[in-house]
């Protein structure tokens, strides 16, 4: 009973987590008309280390880290944060920031299909459904775009926007990877102190290539609102949307905070028709009508029976 009165709490948590995810993943298509992807990332990730200094202080009611956390906390970050970002970044560069919001709709099957492998949870034929209709989906919004479905904004070539659909999917699986291991942090470890780590984890992934494509990039020609994005971008994919996720995901199972996941593409792709100017073709709305499909299917509660 004790537990009750932090589970709306939570829920707001992750649902806000995945709803600022979706933002994110469709104004980084404007950032990354700026600057290089791993400029963009190691910006992100340094704005974003400065910002959270405070949170890597381990508290005194807080175990120290064994050897299995630390490797956890290597793979969350190296999954979760350094090729998500470069798959989600070069995979919008390719392609649309609403193709990356139906795409990302296929995340509820893929958590539902990690879990059962890492995590020993029962995979229903309702879940099986949901991975088929969300695959559906991703084909459908791959098919389209390579026979003139795409929005009037994409200006991608065809075999462009198929290898931006690819990278998009592998942003897929580095995502539901996060959601997995990130179960497994969230009960030895506290929510800022798994965000602090994992950041650092990834500037220092990112720091090589990004000072690499520091030394030929023109800082003058970047103007204030774009600086300002970035800084936005960096606090919410780096700090605000780890600690409300971790947060959540300490007094929900995995399985259900998988429903949460929802928030991403549906942001998107209102970040996509809403501020990029992007259109939903009849193709790309049957996509999404698929994708959505597979997450209610995937994610919707079993029916208890009696012992």
Same mark, same amino acid.
């Given at each position: 009973?004790?537990?009750?009165?932090?589970?709306?709490?939570?829920?707001?948590?992750?649902?806000?987590?995945?709803?600022?995810?979706?933002?994110?993943?469709? $104004?980084?298509?404007? $950032?990354?008309?700026?600057?290089?992807?791993?400029?963009?990332?190691?910006?992100?990730?340094?704005?974003?280390?400065?910002?959270?200094?405070?949170?890597?202080?381990?508290?005194?009611?807080?175990?120290?880290?064994? =050897?299995?956390?630390?490797?956890?906390?290597?793979?969350?970050?190296?999954?979760?944060?350094?090729?998500?970002?470069?798959?989600?970044?070069?995979?919008?560069?390719?392609?649309?920031? $609403?193709?990356?919001?139906?795409?990302?709709?296929?995340?509820?099957?893929?958590?539902?299909?990690?879990?059962?492998?890492?995590?020993?949870? =029962?995979?229903?034929?309702r879940v099986l459904a949901g991975i088929a209709c969300a695959v559906a989906g991703i084909a459908l919004v791959s098919w389209s775009k390579q026979h003139g479905g795409a929005s009037p904004s994409s200006a991608a070539e065809p075999p462009q926007a198929l290898l931006g659909n690819l990278l998009l999917i592998g942003a897929v699986f580095c995502e539901a990877s996060y959601v997995v291991i990130g179960k497994k942090l969230s009960g030895t470890l506290g929510p800022r102190r798994i965000s602090a780590l994992v950041n650092l984890w990834g500037l220092a992934l990112v720091t090589p290539l990004g000072l690499w494509q520091a030394l030929s990039f023109d800082f003058t020609a970047v103007l204030l609102p774009t600086w300002t994005l970035l800084l936005f971008y960096a606090l919410a994919a780096s700090m605000v949307t780890v600690w409300l996720w971790m947060t959540g995901l300490r007094h929900v199972p995995a399985s259900r905070a998988g429903v949460f996941t929802v928030m991403l593409p549906v942001s998107a792709a209102a970040v996509g028709v809403l501020l990029l100017g992007e259109q939903f073709s009849a193709a790309q709305a049957g996509a999404f009508g698929l994708a959505m499909l597979g997450i209610v299917l995937a994610t919707w509660p079993e029916r208890r029976s009696h012992p």
């Open positions: 009973m004790a537990r009750r009165p932090g589970l709306p709490w939570a829920y707001a948590c992750l649902a806000g987590s995945m709803a600022l995810v979706g933002s994110y993943v469709g $104004l980084s298509k404007l $950032l990354v008309a700026v600057f290089p992807v791993f400029l963009l990332a190691w910006l992100r990730f340094g704005i974003a280390a400065v910002a959270m200094a405070g949170w890597l202080r381990r508290p005194a009611s807080e175990a120290p880290m064994s =050897r299995h956390d630390r490797v956890l906390l290597f793979l969350e970050s190296f999954l979760g944060n350094f090729l998500f970002s470069v798959c989600m970044l070069y995979g919008v560069a390719l392609s649309t920031a $609403l193709a990356a919001g139906v795409i990302m709709a296929a995340l509820p099957g893929v958590v539902a299909l990690m879990s059962r492998v890492f995590l020993g949870e =029962r995979l229903t034929g």
